[in-house]
């Protein structure tokens, strides 16, 4: 069995400046200073330089890379980990796997078929070299040093293309007590664990404490960073309006201002820092706009009888589902993820243009509740 990346990475870290890994890709040395040559030109370019803005560096890159190259950044799939068998109901079943060298990536391709259909799946060799995708979730049950090696494992393979972009691995929730659910929970009991989001909000709420939520996303973004997840699609700012949707649990419950609290320490908290993301942060992408709770019937929009958002109160929308919405914006969410939902004015209580938002900016006091 060949050696994993994980132990045949080389790191330098530059005096004063950035730390550079490689598996395979060149590094260049230029005024006592080491760079990573990403682009492949052999040269300190303004691709390599790390010394300069990350803005100035992407729009370089973007310059060099195919129209090919490009079109596969906007897209995101679901992968697999060798040592981890899919499940759930998008599950790829597959008789006859097969591993790479290490034992660590899935390369088996095949004919094979899900509920949505019979399709063809590629390994992830292929899938890195030729589709070039550098976007996936991961839902596998996996320990940390599992994911930590199958992270490494694809960028070592991301090195070897002419242009190097590295993986981009995604996951929903994994730091919550409860069951894995397809979509909601991708894994529990492995990394550090903590009630599920209700139970948080119920201990913020009865304690007073919001010191709470920041350790709680302090805990998420060191572990997920250590394991090389750096996005996650996490957290519900859903207001619960019919508590029978079946993603109630997942939310931090029916109470506007207290998920408006919540998010204004959560979001900064696992991205890294006040607005936007640090370069230890792992990105949150919001969900779901305009406020999932709305659900007619407690139905779920995945499926044709939820397509309905319902506004039982006149000024519910804009009053319970978006002002968590708001605060996401206000503190710089990654991305915002919506909802397979539509409004339904014709089954929800009046409303009119001139309704505003109540107000959900400005920070509440640690031990008060309204």
Avoid at 94 to 107: H, K, R, S
């Amino acid at each position: 069995m060949a050696e994993k990346a994980s132990r045949r990475f080389h790191r330098v870290q530059n005096q004063d400046g950035a730390a550079v890994s490689t598996v395979s890709r060149a590094l260049l040395n230029q005024d006592g200073l080491t760079f990573k040559d990403i682009d492949g030109s052999g040269t300190v370019s303004t691709v390599n330089d790390w010394r300069r803005p990350a803005a100035e560096r992407a729009a370089a890159y973007v310059k060099q890379l195919s129209v090919h190259e490009k079109i596969a950044q906007l897209f995101v799939a679901d992968w697999r980990m060798a040592k981890y068998p899919a499940t759930g109901p998008m599950a790829v079943k597959v008789e006859n796997p097969v591993y790479d060298e290490t034992g660590i990536l899935d390369e088996t391709e095949c004919d094979t078929e899900t509920i949505f259909g019979k399709q063809h799946i590629i390994g992830t060799t292929q899938m890195l070299k030729d589709a070039f995708y550098r976007h996936v979730i991961l839902r596998a049950n996996a320990t940390p040093t599992d994911l930590a090696d199958w992270i490494n494992q694809v960028n070592a393979v991301c090195e070897e293309c002419d242009h190097y972009i590295p993986m981009s691995a995604t996951s929903n929730s994994r730091n919550e007590n409860g069951e894995i659910v397809f979509g909601m929970n991708d894994a529990f009991g492995v990394l550090a664990t903590w009630p599920g989001t209700l139970g948080i909000a119920a201990t913020v709420k009865g304690t007073g404490r919001i010191d709470i939520i920041d350790k709680f996303a302090d805990t998420v973004r060191r572990e997920w960073n250590a394991c090389g997840m750096r996005k996650g699609y996490m957290y519900m700012a859903d207001t619960v309006t019919d508590p029978r949707w079946q993603r109630t649990y997942g939310t931090f419950g029916e109470d506007p201002k207290l998920i408006c609290e919540i998010m204004r320490h959560l979001i900064p908290g696992i991205q890294g820092k006040p607005k936007g993301v640090a370069k230890d942060g792992v990105a949150v992408t919001t969900k779901h706009f305009p406020g999932g709770g709305a659900r007619e019937n407690g139905f779920d929009p995945h499926y044709a009888a939820g397509q309905w958002n319902v506004y039982a109160t006149e000024g519910s929308l804009e009053n319970y589902h978006l002002p968590p919405f708001q605060v996401a914006v206000d503190c710089g969410t990654s991305s915002i993820m919506p909802y397979y939902s539509k409004p339904a004015a014709a089954k929800s209580a009046p409303t009119t243009a001139t309704t505003r938002p109540t107000p959900c900016r400005k920070a509440l006091p640690p031990t008060s509740w309204c």
